[in-house]
């Protein structure tokens, strides 16, 4: 399957774009921004952007909407934009993704429109890419084009808290672009609000230049979560901690497989990276051997396994099994995950 990159996508919409893409992937913020760019591109008038771009979403969706979307043909211009953005993939019936993919197949009679449907970050589970992509993303792949958006590395998220205060007016120094990430969060969305209230902060005190100060009294902490903050604390224990990490996951909505499936492959990875490293193998080698980028994660999990007994860790991958049974077996929301923290 032909999976693209942001990249790719504003490469064609330049050339000869498609009559429909899937965007999908972390990053929400650069989806946003892609069609925007796909609306300068298509909708550069505003007299006929209002026939020219029509916006459908989840929460009032139904197939023939999109179908009766398709069909007008652009005013004044030689393509029209469709966004359908809101659909959560992870909990669509099968019937809903049939009806919806009968629709997509007709893409190719209504040529003169382009098409995206946006999933958001919790919305769309991709499997393991590139080798892997879940059933789903390779039945919407059929009739649209997915575009992956990625998270920036930090060296590129700090480029851009750079470039965003300096489109504002105000000045930040490298150290600071790399620090606000760490303390806001690494959303896009999030950080371009906090570096418009910073810079907007030191503007209205007389000044251009941005501290660490300021960042510490104007913005908000996150509160981040990830899989192997969730696995750490369940592997050492602090139940409290991982309840209310799982508690966060049920308010975000994220489907309890998916929560599941990261910390069954955080275990394995960890008993692996015990493995490895009992036979002296270095850090380097181990991340290249499991396909993880960053050596910090090896250290992490060294660390984390300095407190945990390779029984335990196989008991906990036990418990994991027996979660991912009651899961399949029958719906039953987040009380396996619940019952796993508790477990181990």
């Given at each position: 399957?032909?999976?693209?990159?942001?990249?790719?996508f504003?490469?064609?919409?330049?050339a000869?774009?498609r009559?429909?893409?899937?965007?999908?992937?972390?990053?929400?913020?650069?989806?946003?921004?892609?069609?925007?760019?796909a609306?300068?591109v298509?909708?550069?008038d505003?007299?006929?952007?209002f026939?020219?771009?029509?916006?459908l979403d989840?929460v009032?969706f139904e197939p023939q909407?999109?179908l009766d979307a398709l069909m007008?043909m652009?005013?004044m211009?030689d393509?029209?934009?469709?966004?359908?953005t809101?659909?959560?993939?992870?909990t669509m019936?099968q019937?809903?993704?049939?009806?919806?993919c009968?629709?997509l197949?007709?893409l190719?009679?209504?040529d003169y429109n382009l098409?995206i449907?946006?999933a958001?970050?919790?919305?769309?589970?991709?499997g393991?890419?590139?080798k892997?992509?879940s059933?789903v993303l390779?039945?919407?792949?059929e009739?649209?084009?997915?575009?992956q958006?990625?998270?920036c590395?930090?060296?590129k998220?700090?480029?851009?808290v750079?470039?965003h205060?300096?489109?504002n007016?105000?000045d930040a120094s490298?150290?600071?672009c790399?620090?606000?990430?760490e303390y806001c969060?690494?959303?896009?969305?999030?950080?371009?609000n906090?570096?418009d209230k910073?810079?907007?902060?030191v503007?209205?005190h007389?000044r251009?230049?941005?501290?660490e100060?300021?960042?510490?009294?104007?913005?908000t902490?996150?509160n981040?979560?990830?899989?192997?903050?969730?696995?750490?604390?369940i592997m050492?224990g602090r139940?409290?901690a991982a309840l209310s990490i799982l508690?966060?996951?049920r308010f975000r909505?994220i489907?309890?497989?998916?929560i599941?499936?990261?910390v069954s492959?955080v275990?394995c990875?960890?008993?692996?990276?015990?493995?490895?490293?009992?036979e002296?193998?270095?850090?380097?080698?181990?991340?290249?051997?499991?396909g993880?980028?960053?050596?910090?994660?090896?250290?992490?999990?060294?660390?984390?396994?300095?407190?945990?007994t390779?029984?335990?860790?196989?008991?906990a991958?036990e418990?994991?099994l027996?979660?991912?049974?009651?899961?399949?077996?029958s719906p039953?929301?987040y009380?396996?995950?619940?019952?796993?923290v508790?477990?181990?």
């Amino acid at each position: 399957m032909d999976i693209l990159k942001e990249a790719d996508f504003r490469k064609e919409l330049k050339a000869t774009p498609r009559t429909g893409y899937l965007f999908f992937g972390d990053e929400d913020y650069l989806k946003s921004f892609a069609v925007k760019q796909a609306r300068e591109v298509l909708c550069p008038d505003p007299s006929f952007a209002f026939f020219n771009e029509m916006k459908l979403d989840a929460v009032d969706f139904e197939p023939q909407k999109l179908l009766d979307a398709l069909m007008p043909m652009p005013m004044m211009a030689d393509r029209k934009l469709i966004t359908l953005t809101g659909l959560n993939f992870t909990t669509m019936r099968q019937n809903e993704l049939d009806a919806l993919c009968d629709v997509l197949a007709l893409l190719p009679e209504y040529d003169y429109n382009l098409l995206i449907v946006t999933a958001s970050a919790d919305c769309l589970n991709a499997g393991y890419l590139p080798k892997s992509p879940s059933a789903v993303l390779k039945r919407l792949g059929e009739f649209l084009t997915p575009v992956q958006f990625d998270r920036c590395t930090t060296a590129k998220l700090a480029a851009w808290v750079q470039k965003h205060f300096a489109h504002n007016g105000a000045d930040a120094s490298a150290e600071l672009c790399s620090l606000l990430p760490e303390y806001c969060g690494h959303s896009m969305f999030i950080l371009a609000n906090e570096i418009d209230k910073l810079a907007y902060y030191v503007l209205s005190h007389g000044r251009n230049t941005v501290t660490e100060e300021d960042m510490r009294l104007v913005c908000t902490p996150a509160n981040e979560y990830d899989a192997f903050a969730f696995t750490n604390a369940i592997m050492e224990g602090r139940q409290e901690a991982a309840l209310s990490i799982l508690s966060d996951y049920r308010f975000r909505r994220i489907e309890p497989t998916v929560i599941l499936g990261e910390v069954s492959r955080v275990i394995c990875d960890m008993i692996a990276v015990r493995a490895m490293s009992d036979e002296g193998t270095p850090g380097s080698e181990i991340a290249a051997a499991l396909g993880i980028k960053s050596d910090f994660k090896i250290k992490l999990y060294q660390r984390c396994l300095r407190n945990t007994t390779e029984a335990r860790m196989h008991n906990a991958l036990e418990a994991c099994l027996d979660a991912d049974r009651l899961l399949k077996l029958s719906p039953q929301g987040y009380a396996p995950l619940e019952k796993l923290v508790c477990q181990i």
